[in-house]
């Protein structure tokens, strides 16, 4: 399994920007994915971005456009840029890792809350 540490949680007004980054340690960056998922009160944890490479990125409907995943493979670490972010984008943010070719996200980070004001 990976170990997964994020950060750059807050809150933010409609509109604002926020970076997350998820610090990754104890498997070779070449073998595994990232991802972030979320997870607003009384919904199901849904993904909302993974990166493998620059040239292999995943975006859910409701952020394409708006986010941008990325990925420091030296640094085995991997950031999601989150920009006019809304009110509905509130939850907790968990950066999560599946191996290479897997389908089971078996590692996950312990959260960080995003609060968008309106």
């Known amino acids: 399994q990976v170990q997964l540490v994020e950060s750059g949680g807050g809150v933010v007004q409609a509109g604002g920007s926020l970076r997350l980054s998820c610090a990754a340690s104890g498997q070779p960056s070449s073998s595994f994915v990232m991802g972030w998922f979320r997870q607003a009160p009384g919904k199901e944890r849904e993904l909302v971005a993974s990166?493998?490479?620059?040239?292999?990125?995943y975006y859910a409907e409701s952020v394409k456009g708006r986010w941008t995943i990325s990925r420091d493979l030296v640094k085995n670490a991997a950031y999601l840029q989150m920009n006019s972010l809304k009110p509905e984008d509130t939850a907790v943010y968990y950066c999560?890792?599946?191996?290479?070719?897997?389908?089971?996200?078996?590692?996950w980070g312990q959260g960080t809350q995003v609060t968008v004001s309106s």
């Open positions: 990166v493998y490479t620059a040239s292999s990125k």
């Open positions: 999560a890792a599946k191996p290479r070719g897997g389908t089971d996200w078996n590692s």
